[in-house]
């Protein structure tokens, strides 16, 4: 139960923050892969657009990374055994750093990215 009541309150803060994780993207929205590995995000640039909704799909292919990217409220681990999507509409344009924040060896702090909005 405290679990449960956990997990609502972290979906709750996301929404708010204009992100949220699913489990399979909704149709007919703009899906982004991004691959990340030892140490690099490939794409190390991801575009969205200012409120047009876009579901960024993570897939690792070592072990477990982080995806953060604080200004547009994005943070979810990213794991070899499944696919992590975050659904996000930006509200804000500009350019937004994104890094690994899970410590994933020596490389682990130029593991970054950034996120575009346009507008
Ligand atoms: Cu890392």
């Known amino acids: 139960m405290a679990i449960r009541r956990v997990l609502i309150v972290a979906t709750m803060t996301a929404a708010a923050l204009g992100s949220a994780v699913l ?10 892969a991004v691959t990340a590995k030892k140490w690099e995000f490939v794409p190390s640039r991801i575009v969205l657009h200012k409120g047009i909704p876009a579901v960024i799909e993570l897939r690792s292919l070592d072990h477990k990374h982080g995806f953060a990217v604080p200004d547009l409220g994005i943070r979810v681990d990213v794991t070899p055994e499944k696919v992590t999507r975050v659904r996000v509409v930006p509200t804000k344009s500009g350019t937004f750093p994104a890094h690994c924040d899970v410590f994933c060896g020596e490389g682990h702090e130029d593991m970054t990215a950034e996120v575009v909005v346009v507008p």
């Open 23 to 32: 489990s399979a993207p909704p149709p007919d929205e703009q899906v982004i």
